[in-house]
């Protein structure tokens, strides 16, 4: 063997060892976190998932909250509602709430406000009569004095009597909130709770035996067969409460699967306890609603036969398990908020005290005779009321049917309410008051009683009006939301601590995880993770190759064709998973075959100069400087917390510094951002504002803080403008050096409203920053910016802030809603300050708005014809150029009718 041939066998040896390397290399957690990475990556390059539009997730949010209370809440608050989403057509409600511990017992509020006056008024009332009858007949002699002990004691005997009568009642006031919301499930239906799985008997919660084995008997699925080896198994079960869950339509373990970086990416769909199979929480639900499809336990697979989809008719599901048994879930790539339909069980809170208010006024115009005047009003109470006992029956168990006919009952209700208030009753009414009023022989104290009438109806109508009208309002939203959905309903307020990572969100609430897991398998759209072997394998095959192509070639080739087959490898990976869902490991192919042609041309270069010091000299090209921060600390101040102030934000960016930098050598590139930041920066603090951070080109700072600043929104607008007047001398002079390879153009974003403030982060380690709803759109304003053509974007809340738009010249753009932002908000370009602009800055403001004006009068033609003066006047005006363009589409085609003139933002 000559020793050429020898050479190339070692190459092919190199090749081997790389994957050997690799192979080794994938044992270490460290590694096995890059892929997840690299999965996670990829997964955001993939289509979206379809988010069915009947998967909901029903919140107790912040709204919630502030209106009920502080969470854990009386379950009677959450029975109520749940009867009135299944009378709004809720079809599944899925609960991600443990109900393990047993609830303070709660009080009856209509028997409390209701019944027991009434019986304390007839006992007490009959007593009364009974004392003065006695009495009255002692003192006119019909009972003589002798005999009245028996009376008396006869009495004291119906004294008794009416205290054991009123003691029962008042011992019934309290009512036991967990048999309540039992009573209430069964009402419902189709309500699932937690039967949490537990990895050993840790006993937190004690389950009798009898509880246990209904938990086995009931809850347990009985048509699992196949595989059952391959499940995990749970040492012990924590379940929901007899009282509910006896009455639910079963229940799942919430448990969630926590890969070793955090983030949750998979979930178990079925466990065993005591060899019995159980379902996942959104699995359990998901199975009734596919008609309890028979399952199949494969190593590779769960295979649901004859499941009847609500799309595709009879149908078997192949949901497939990654590597480790599980599946991986199909994640929207949106965050919490922002993925699927989400209804605020404030919703069903606020319809219970509308639905109160509603009837405390009823029942008072009733009294006072108003609803007799049309014959719709006549049956609103009596028709209420049948059905309040209607679900009275069957709430305590006389006949679930029973909600079919309270559910007819209501709509008869709601249908009288409607029409009552569109009738002329109120107009009926102060008619026959009037006709009453202009009698000449009406005493006069009861013509007081009639003006006061005559007065206080119009109101009543009105109150009483608006409060159904708000209600029906509300009954029909939700029965848009609610109509076949299957919901998800779990604690999502600030206060909640059950909050994940999943890829796409750092903040996940954990409630959504349920929903994602019926989304994925309900749209088909499943995701299987490979062995890790495979990617092993791939990667000793394409290191043979890759080592195969370059054994004979000269060292620069054998970079070149390397560098192109690694970029092959690591496309044709990923375009193997986004198109086939089967997520093959990225790192181990691409990795190994980086080592082999990487140590084979190694190898070369070694070989052709004959010194080490050139691989150090082919690596020093790749060093990078660090990125360099100032820590500002100020001891006397040096502690964690926040306030909540109103203050002015702003955001800057430089347009296309990428490209910029992408030119530039580090240094320069370094130089240029420290002259820049410089410029920029000095405006800032010239005008008393708080530098926060820099990010990269990006400078983030505030107005009105730690100082306080009446003028903090004027203060931002009028940095706005300076900056960009700076930075007309930055451009002159980074032309005269050549430090810059183009001009830099700053978008600046501004916004103003409440904000938290302080000291964020660990005593060790912290900031001095600002946080909140109104600071995100400061950000989002920045990106708007490219949209129309504008440098510096705000809103009416910081022009109007103490009058901050009169020093500066400014214009109106639309009304839109900001990516995240659901408000609408009405956008304004600030262009210069009042006292530098020219004339013809103010004759274009004053064209434009003209414009402005006609086209949200939809008056497209004439709107069109402003903007093209604007033009003329300023051919680059990019606002001008966005509003004329607009106006020859809609000249040709329309907006729809019922268009508000509100823009949505699909970009940041």
């Not at 048994?325 to 069980?345: A, C, Q």
């Not at 209501?410 to 409607?418: P, Q, S, V, W």
């Not at 990976?573 to 986004?578: I, K, M, Q, Y």
């Not at 600071?775 to 009058?803: F, S």
Request: hydrophobic share 45%.
């Amino acid at each position: 063997m000559s020793k050429r041939q020898t050479q190339q066998n070692r190459y092919l040896l190199i090749a081997v060892a790389a994957a050997v390397l690799v192979a080794l290399a994938g044992l270490l957690p460290q590694y096995r976190a890059l892929e997840r990475t690299a999965y996670d990556q990829l997964l955001g390059l993939r289509t979206p998932v379809e988010e069915r539009s009947d998967i909901i997730l029903l919140d107790i949010d912040d709204l919630a909250i502030a209106q009920v209370g502080m969470w854990p809440w009386s379950r009677h608050v959450v029975a109520d509602g749940l009867v009135v989403a299944r009378e709004l057509g809720l079809r599944y409600a899925l609960f991600d709430i443990e109900y393990v511990d047993r609830s303070p017992r709660g009080v009856d509020s209509e028997l409390l406000e209701n019944e027991i006056p009434v019986a304390f008024a007839e006992e007490f009332g009959l007593l009364r009569d009974n004392i003065e009858s006695l009495f009255g007949a002692l003192l006119s002699g019909m009972i003589p004095l002798e005999e009245a002990e028996e009376f008396v004691l006869e009495l004291v005997d119906l004294s008794d009597q009416s205290r054991a009568r009123l003691l029962s009642l008042v011992r019934s006031i309290a009512r036991d909130n967990d048999e309540y919301l039992g009573q209430s499930v069964r009402l419902f239906g189709k309500a699932f709770f937690t039967n949490t799985m537990l990895p050993d008997e840790v006993g937190l919660i004690s389950v009798s035996d009898e509880h246990r084995d209904f938990i086995l008997n009931e809850i347990a699925l009985s048509n699992v067969s196949g595989a059952l080896d391959t499940l995990p198994v749970a040492a012990d079960i924590q379940p929901t409460l007899p009282p509910i869950v006896t009455r639910s339509a079963g229940a799942g373990f919430p448990n969630v699967v926590v890969d070793p970086d955090g983030v949750r990416r998979r979930v178990e769909l079925l466990a065993l306890y005591q060899d019995r199979p159980f379902a996942q929480l959104a699995f359990r639900p998901l199975l009734d609603w596919l008609g309890d499809p028979s399952i199949e336990v494969r190593p590779g697979a769960y295979v649901l036969r004859g499941a009847q989809h609500p799309d595709r008719g009879v149908v078997d599901i192949r949901i497939p398990r990654s590597f480790d048994g599980r599946m991986l879930i199909t994640w929207p790539p949106k965050d919490y908020i922002n993925s699927f339909e989400h209804v605020s069980f404030n919703d069903l809170v606020v319809h219970d005290l509308y639905e109160t208010d509603l009837i405390y006024n009823l029942e008072a115009m009733e009294d006072a005779g108003f609803l007799s005047f049309h014959d719709s009003g006549e049956d609103l109470l009596p028709a209420y009321f049948h059905a309040q006992r209607l679900r009275e029956r069957a709430m305590s168990g006389e006949d679930r049917a029973l909600m079919e006919e309270y559910q007819e009952v209501r709509e008869f209700f709601f249908a009288r309410l409607a029409r009552f208030f569109a009738s002329d009753a109120e107009q009926r009414l102060l008619g026959e008051l009037d006709r009453v009023l202009e009698s000449e022989d009406l005493p006069n104290h009861v013509r007081e009683d009639y003006e006061a009438i005559r007065e206080d109806a119009p109101l009543f109508f009105e109150a009483t009006g608006d409060i159904a009208s708000s209600l029906i309002g509300l009954r029909e939203r939700l029965q848009g939301s609610f109509e076949g959905a299957f919901a998800v309903i779990g604690h999502t307020s600030i206060s909640t601590t059950d909050i994940g990572v999943n890829p796409f969100d750092e903040q996940y609430i954990n409630v959504g995880i349920h929903s994602a897991v019926a989304n994925t398998i309900l749209t088909g759209n499943f995701l299987v993770e490979l062995p890790p072997w495979y990617g092993m394998a791939l990667g000793l095959i394409l290191s043979l190759i890759v080592a195969l192509l370059i054994r004979g070639a000269t060292p620069k080739r054998a970079i070149a064709i390397g560098l192109v087959f690694l970029v092959a490898v690591i496309v044709g990976v990923s375009a193997f998973f986004l198109v086939t869902g089967m997520f093959l490991s990225v790192f181990s192919p691409a990795l190994a075959v980086f080592l082999s042609f990487f140590a084979i041309s190694l190898v070369k270069f070694l070989r052709a100069e004959g010194e080490k010091s050139f691989l150090k000299s082919a690596f020093s090209r790749y060093l990078s400087a660090d990125v360099i921060s100032q820590i500002i600390e100020d001891p006397e101040r040096l502690t964690l917390g926040g306030d909540s102030k109103e203050l002015t934000a702003m955001f800057t960016d430089i347009k296309g510094f990428s490209t910029i930098a992408e030119k530039m050598t580090p240094n320069d590139l370094v130089r240029l951002l420290n002259e820049y930041l410089t410029g920029m920066s000095d405006i800032v603090l010239e005008l008393y504002g708080t530098i926060d951070k820099y990010e990269g080109d990006a400078i983030i700072a505030f107005f009105g803080a730690p100082l306080p600043q009446e003028d903090h929104a004027e203060r931002a607008c009028i940095a706005a403008v300076r900056m960009k007047a700076a930075e007309v001398e930055l451009n002159k002079r980074f032309a005269e050096t050549e430090l810059a390879p183009g001009e830099l153009h700053t978008r600046i974003g501004i916004n103003t409203g409440e904000m938290v403030v302080g000291n964020m982060g660990t005593p060790k380690k912290m900031d001095y920053t600002i946080m909140g709803h109104a600071v995100n759109l400061a950000a989002r304003l920045e990106g708007v910016n490219k949209q129309y053509g504008t440098w510096i974007l705000t809103g009416d809340a910081t022009l109007m802030n103490n009058n901050a738009g009169e020093q500066v010249l400014s214009r109106r753009l639309d009304r839109v809603r900001v990516v995240g932002v659901n408000e609408p908000i009405r956008l304004h370009e600030i262009m210069y300050e009042r006292s530098v602009a020219r004339p013809d800055d103010f004759e274009l403001v004053e064209m434009f708005e003209d414009g402005l004006t006609l086209f949200e009068q939809r008056n497209w033609r004439d709107a069109g014809l402003r903007f093209q003066q604007a033009l003329r006047l300023r051919p680059a005006d990019g606002p001008s150029t966005v509003f004329r363009d607009r106006c020859k589409t809609y000249l040709k085609k329309e907006p729809a009718a019922d268009w508000d003139g509100v823009y949505n933002l699909t970009s940041k």
